[in-house]
């Protein structure tokens, strides 16, 4: 193993911020998964509890790795950091079922009061739906992906730690509520979520995600010129880099929602089959009913 | 109200610790790729504008003329303040200081105000090498960025406490 590579595998930065707020969030969940499967919960099963840690995994490693250090100093690392958090990590913790789990991994008075605060008529529960509407969240999630692509916000959030933190957390929140559409995970606060409006929710957002990745591996340019300021690592130069980043963009970035739609699709299929087999008994039902009618 | 009191505590718990988070980038940069001997030495410091308080990181990445990286350097940080040449700090960056492995970090405390001349004093295989670089050194301020997580989780209480206040106004009567 060459010396940069030894390196990179051994810069992991213990943040004790991020620590913080990964063992809270996994300490709620346990609980509430733990409490919930003595009750015999099913919604508390364990490939549920391993997509949730798997998921904070995700967000370790992008965070407190080499992925988290190196980011500063080549394109394609960040991009791979920015995939982690909101392609691999969100969708595995929104199969989770993290509000419900978690809410039941709260102190009992402070549950009852956020239930309060939730049920169908709260004004709070109201705003949530209103802010969240998939249009809403989609146009959100795509300004803000493509604002922070912007040549300058971008060496903003990577020179400024404090607007890099701020750009991350965008990032991850707008990814929750995406994927929170596309999964149909709890709490089911909208009205109800069809295949087919998912399957085109998620191929909008498989669609601007595509657009920017090609955008920024064709650039014939270097947009990010911050990174023809830093050392370069692996012999890899700023241009080089930044098509590889966009490339990761483009292809693996947007395999995840290939692949939702065509679960989603296959889901569908499934739903129509059942639907029509449902259709097919009732009638050869009303058909014997008649029969009798006319026999007797 | 001890309710909303144990959510106060839950979200200060949660914002306050960010308040605090440490720079993970390599700040601002103050020597690109510049010749010191037979090395080409880069310079960052962090944060970017310096006070008497703060902690001075100065992280160093050391390459050879082909551009590979020097791991195996004797890296010296040393600080005179230009209009007190005895007034004077020192430290030696080691890669254990680094977030990044590749590149050698020190810290430093520069108490005085006024201009500071950074000396980088590299020894290794490819024999010595030395870069230096200015920094200006002010008075502690109250920067904006300390106060913004703090802030947002302060608004992120108040949302709380207004909606929990208007949901106990519009409850009906005697419901529970």
């Known amino acids: 193993m060459d010396a940069t590579t030894e390196a990179f595998l051994r810069s992991w930065e213990w943040r ?6 990964l063992l809270t969030c996994v300490s709620i969940y346990v609980t509430g998964w733990v409490r919930l499967r003595r009750r015999g919960a099913k919604i508390a099963n364990g490939w549920r509890l391993a997509s949730y840690l ?17 980011e500063s100093l080549l394109f394609f690392i960040h991009m791979i950091q920015h995939i982690l958090m909101m392609m691999y990590a969100a969708p595995l913790i929104m199969l989770a079922a993290p509000m419900p789990i978690g809410m039941w991994g709260l102190p009992r008075p402070l549950r009852l009061q956020l239930a309060k605060f939730l049920n169908q008529k709260s004004p709070l529960r109201q705003l949530i739906v209103t802010i969240t509407k998939p249009g809403i969240i989609w146009m959100f999630y795509t300004l803000n992906l493509w604002m922070w692509h912007d040549a300058e916000m971008y060496e903003r959030a990577t020179t400024h730690s404090t607007i890099h933190n701020i750009q991350h957390l965008l990032f991850f929140g707008t990814a929750l509520a995406i994927w929170w559409h596309t999964t149909d995970a709890a709490p089911k606060f909208h009205k109800h979520r069809t295949y087919g409006k998912r399957i085109m929710f998620a191929a909008a957002t498989y669609f601007q995600n595509l657009l920017l990745g090609i955008y920024i591996t064709m650039s014939p340019e270097l947009i990010y010129t911050y990174y023809a300021t830093v050392p370069r690592m692996w012999g890899i130069e700023a241009h080089r880099d930044q098509v590889i980043g966009g490339l990761i963009m483009w292809i693996p970035g947007g395999m995840m929602y290939g692949y939702t739609i065509l679960i989603l699709i296959s889901r569908l299929m499934d739903y129509s089959e059942k639907q029509a087999q449902i259709k097919a008994k009732r009638a050869k039902l009303q058909r014997q009913q008649a029969k009798g009618i006319a026999a007797s | 109200m001890k309710r909303f009191g144990l959510w106060l505590v839950l979200l200060g718990a949660t914002f306050i610790p960010m308040a605090r988070t440490d720079a993970h980038g390599l700040g601002n940069q103050k020597l690109e790729q510049v010749e010191a001997g037979p090395y080409l030495v880069s310079a960052w410091t962090d944060p970017k504008d310096v006070s008497v308080e703060d902690e001075l990181h100065i992280t160093v ?6 551009k590979d990286f020097i791991l195996d350097a004797d890296v010296q940080i040393n600080a005179v303040l230009a209009s007190d040449s005895s007034t004077t700090k020192s430290q030696q960056a080691t890669h254990d200081n680094a977030a990044q492995k590749l590149f050698y970090e020190a810290p430093l405390r520069l108490d005085k105000t006024g201009r500071w001349q950074i000396t980088i004093v590299i020894d290794g295989e490819l024999g010595q090498g030395t870069a230096s670089f200015e920094l200006d050194v002010v008075e502690a301020s109250n920067k904006w960025t300390r106060w913004l997580w703090p802030a947002l989780g302060i608004t992120a209480v108040v949302i709380i406490l207004a909606f929990g206040m208007m949901y106990r106004k519009n409850k009906p009567q005697g419901s529970k």
Do not use: K
Request: charged share 10%; net charge negative.
């Open chain 1, 16 to 21: 004790w911020d991020v620590i913080f707020v």
């Open chain 1, 54 to 70: 798997v998921g904070m995994g995700f967000i370790a490693l992008a965070l407190l790795s080499g992925i988290g250090t190196f």
């Open chain 2, 61 to 66: 990445s050391v390459q050879d003329q082909e």
